[in-house]
């Protein structure tokens, strides 16, 4: 009895050891609020890439276990996500969506030695002011976006009237700031610029200033809530002014919105990475859950799959060798073959344009 007694001590203590032996990492963003269908996207992807991982033996043997944190695009949420992930163990986040989330948050892992790679925050600050050499983000830059959309806009709108509005965050504000600096050194020269306050229902005010003042065009720097129910207001008010936005439109929820009014809306997006052909069984596994593929859902996978590929390179979770195969190696994701720069930005294709036309999005071919 004695005998078997010490035996079973012993497999506990071989199996606790096992459960500790996990290694925990985190996906924060919107998990909640007016921006969830992104933190659902970035969610998705997130689950499948740990499914997918611990399928093949985990990383470096050990399984992974994937946290999840809400921070609401709220900055002070997004601190507290980040300081809750820190007492958790937690080596690794995907996240956080918002930049104005993942600029503050950023400041929290860097301190504690945790590695940030953001799926989705494309302020120019978060790298080129980040905090420590593990911050990282697979996504693309506002003023690389803007330089797109400011060259389009001056390229097929030339002596029309542009409006530029923006919601006053970090996402939003930096989008237009750079658009229109684009817009306006090519020789543009902007009808309106103006602020709105993101979370409202009524832009009836606003829609009738720009009907006024006869805009044609109207860029919004914010998100597909509030660009949505513009949209459908100025279509409302019989406006044909076409609305122009960045990578927060990619997402179903702004047709749910808009209807037919969003037809020829334009957006700027990085080229889509449901096509490639990397991407595709991951794309038919979310698909095959009920989830979606769209987005930022790939980008979050990506981002995973990447640090789980740098830990193979560095041999454990040791911040500074895994930091060091961050900065150094070549990935193969499904976002395609990529390498960070000494800022910790992504080597990837650039910002293209797409129409929604019929309740889908696909690329402008000219």
Partial sequence: MKKTLMISAALGLVFTGQAWADITIAVAGPMTGQYASF?????????????????????????????????????????????QFAGEGVVFVAG???????????????????????????????????????????????????????????????????????????????????????YE?????????ESYTAGEKDYTA?????????????YVGGYHTEAGLMKRQMVAQGMKTILMSGDALVTNE???????????????????????????????????????A?????????????WADAVTTAGSTDFDAVVKALDTD?????LGELKFNDKGDVTLPGYVMYEWKDGKYDYITN
């Fill in 206 to 218: 606003l829609v009738s200033k720009l009907k006024q003042a006869g805009v044609d065009v109207l």
């Fill in 96 to 182: 956080h969506f918002c930049s104005g989330s993942s600029i503050p948050a950023s400041a929290v892992y860097a301190d504690e030695q945790i590695v940030q790679i953001s799926p989705g925050s494309t302020n120019p600050k978060f790298t080129d002011e980040r905090p420590g050499p593990g911050i990282f983000r697979v996504c693309g830059r506002d003023d690389q976006q803007g330089e797109v959309a400011g060259k389009y806009l001056m390229d097929h709108f030339a002596g029309k009237k542009i409006a530029f509005v923006d919601d006053k965050t970090a996402y939003g504000k930096g989008l237009a700031d750079a658009t229109r600096s684009v």
């Fill in 185 to 193: 050194r090519l020789g543009g020269k902007p009808a309106l610029v």
């Fill in 39 to 83: 933190g659902q996207q970035m969610k998705g992807g997130a689950e499948q890439a740990v499914a997918d991982i611990n399928a093949k033996g985990g990383v470096n043997g050990e399984m992974l276990k994937l946290e999840v944190g809400d921070d609401a695009c709220d900055p002070k949420q997004a601190v507290a996500v980040a300081n």
């Fill in 294 to 306: 769209e987005g930022y859902a790939l980008y979050t996978y990506g981002a995973i799959q990447i």
């Fill in 254 to 292: 702004y047709w749910a919105i808009t209807g037919d009014a969003g037809n020829g809306t334009l957006m700027t997006f990085s080229p889509d990475p449901r096509r490639n052909p990397e991407a595709a069984p991951v794309v038919a596994e979310l698909e095959k859950a009920g989830k979606t």
């Fill in 330 to 334: 070549n990935f193969k994701t499904v």
